[in-house]
């Protein structure tokens, strides 16, 4: 099978078929017990050894042309078949604003069900806690469009999987991998590991699904996104600091060329959809080794692809 095949498949994919297929992911993510031997999860963390190649996807908010060019283009289908130690990472924002929302969900969840051990899903704002959803969250209504009244049912376990989702990639000494940005007051990677459940009562996962790095923001300040917060980048360092970590590698943000660069080269943010309602003129995605030990995201550059 190839990748062109699951895209071809999500455009006239019934709603049991698309259940089904849900189901399954959400029982491999549910699995307490992970995974090869290069990956290890804790909670909601999941650990890689720096072995193998990793391809590293922004958001793509229902842009399933991007995706697939993205597959073609780095031929990472064939890559992961080749080598099991190559682990594909999607940073999160699945669905939303682009008009492929369930196709897009649906050739995502068919990559990981391919590759179980090597496609890492990570939980992004547009799939976060009801209390704290991104606005507007037009999945449902595009799943209502496609799957008329079996719509409900789709989004109601798409919503299951969701809860499911990884908080955050940890490369020891290398990456950190999360969705929007640094926790502010995180203090162990084990916080990282639980966010999920000790939402609402700290704001880890809503500082990592929400927050954004600023230039000019000395410390921390509120978010004009209405949720999480802006940090500066003495924050960004004692944060790196705190969990050993070089880079931090996020999604979350539209940027002109697909990524920018943030905070003296310790944050990488990658933008992988183009089209509108962004204005962006390229998407971007990162493929590197894991092995290599990089000190500052300029010296990611080389690494990363622009379409
Ligand atoms: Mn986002």
Known sequence: MAFSKIVQESKVINADDFLKTAEKVTEILDRKKPVNQNITVTGKLVKLKPVGEALVIGDLHGDLKSLNTIMGKSGFFETMKADRSAALVFLGDYGDRGVQSPELCYSVLSLKLAFPEQVILLRGNHEAPSDMMAYPHDLPFQLQRKFKQKGGAVYQ????????????????????????????????????????????????????????????????????????????????AKILQTVNAKILIRGHESTRNGFKINHNGKILTLFSRKGPPYFNRNGAYLELSLKQKFENANQLVPFIHTF
């Open 157 to 236: 376990q798409l919503q299951e999987l969701f809860s499911h989702l990884y908080n955050a990639v940890y490369v020891e000494n290398r990456y950190l991998m999360v969705h929007g940005g640094l926790p502010t007051k995180l203090e162990s990677l084990q916080e990282l590991a639980d966010a999920d459940q000790l939402h609402p009562h700290k704001a880890f996962l809503e500082e990592l699904l929400w927050n954004d790095p600023d230039e000019q923001v000395k410390g921390v300040v509120s978010s004009p996104r209405g949720a999480g917060y802006l940090f500066g980048k003495t924050v960004t």
